[in-house]
């Protein structure tokens, strides 16, 4: 009895182990809203990370958090670092791209877990102002696609995303 048990339960783990080396391999979370004002005055938030502090909702997930930025003023080569508590973790963000129509950013993390990512914001006039996409995306190691099955990250990052782009269109539209 034991024994079919086992043999179940190894057929099982090895069904799940299976089927998460199936799932893609990368990801990409998105979320975007219209801003009343004009490209510019919402690039002016974004390529800037001495602004951040105002807007983006990861900054208030350790009001002790140790930030540097360095590298450029703003656009292209600043680079921000951050060390905080466990909901905030440990990394650097440089900007890559700065363009009225898109701010790139790598973005590499390497508290609680290591991960090389990229942060896109993109800008795309509209009638009543600018369409702001916040987009992340990068690779899906087989560790991530297995934690994939339990844990869904666009219902867990995407509402930070709703939050900080809700905050850019308040303050964009002051």
Not at 67 to 81: F, S
Not at 94 to 123: G, Q, W
């Amino acid at each position: 009895m034991f024994k079919i048990i086992g043999l179940i339960v190894l057929v099982l783990v090895v069904a799940v182990l299976l089927f998460a080396a199936t799932r893609p391999d990368t990801f990409r979370i998105e979320r975007s809203i219209v801003v009343k004002a004009p490209p510019q005055r919402v690039l002016a938030q974004l390529d800037d990370f001495h602004r951040w502090r105002e807007w983006s909702p990861f900054e208030a997930l350790d009001p002790a958090m140790k930030r540097e930025i360095a590298g450029a003023p703003q656009g292209v080569g600043a680079v921000y670092t951050w060390d905080g508590n466990s909901k905030a973790g440990a990394g650097r963000m440089e900007i890559l791209e700065s363009t009225p129509s898109c701010v790139r950013i790598k973005l590499d993390f390497s508290r609680p877990m290591t991960a090389h990512n990229t942060a896109e914001f993109l800008l795309q006039p509209e009638a009543d102002g600018t369409r702001v996409t916040w987009a992340m995306h990068g690779p899906q190691p087989y560790i991530g696609k297995l934690m994939s099955l339990v844990f869904n990250m666009d219902k867990m990052v995407g509402p930070d995303f709703e939050r900080g782009l809700a905050n850019l269109k308040r303050l964009a539209e002051a």
